[in-house]
């Protein structure tokens, strides 16, 4: 069974409400301390490319508990082929974050909204170009956009040992490009350390 993204979200939106009517978790006598920094591997749907997967790396940093602020940035790319040309975009995603976490005993959840712009640069080279003897722009062309942006992703981190933790995150995305919302997803996987 497939659900809509409205489905999910609301889902999400009530496992977020039943988690914060939890009590939660003293952080001072954890020792965890307010800030986190997270790194990883990125996959979602490229930003202007209306085809494929864009995968890369990404790193974020937060500050606080309960509601949180701080910053993303990821760098992804995803290359596609038609008969007469390859194509490739890079993303690179720069996101202002606010984040709502509770804790649940080892393991923590957010719901992260992050707001801000997404570079993207296009290289389209013609196949067999080379072969045929093609120069400059008749060989390959190059450009750069940048498109406004936000994500929603549910992160949800492990701790594994001392400040270490696993983080899986996901959600929908949105750009505007050429005056049209084009909804996408984002998500990730990798490492937080959090002193």
Known sequence: MRLSIGVRAVLVLVLTLVLAARPPVAHAEEGIGDLRVDAGLVVGLPAALPTGTSTGVGVGVTH???????????????????????????????????AFERSAGRGSFALRLGAGGTLVHETRTRNQGMRAGLEGSDLETSAWTMLPGADLELAVALRI???????????????????????GWIGGVGVAWQP
């Open 64 to 98: 606080g508990h309960t509601l949180a602020w701080g910053a993303r940035v990821s760098w992804s790319n995803a290359t596609e082929y038609t008969t007469s040309w390859a194509v490739t975009h890079a993303d690179l995603r720069l996101r202002a974050i606010g």
């Open 161 to 183: 040992a001392g400040p270490w933790a696993f983080v899986l995150s996901g959600g929908p995305s949105l750009h505007l490009r050429s005056s049209q919302i084009e909804a």
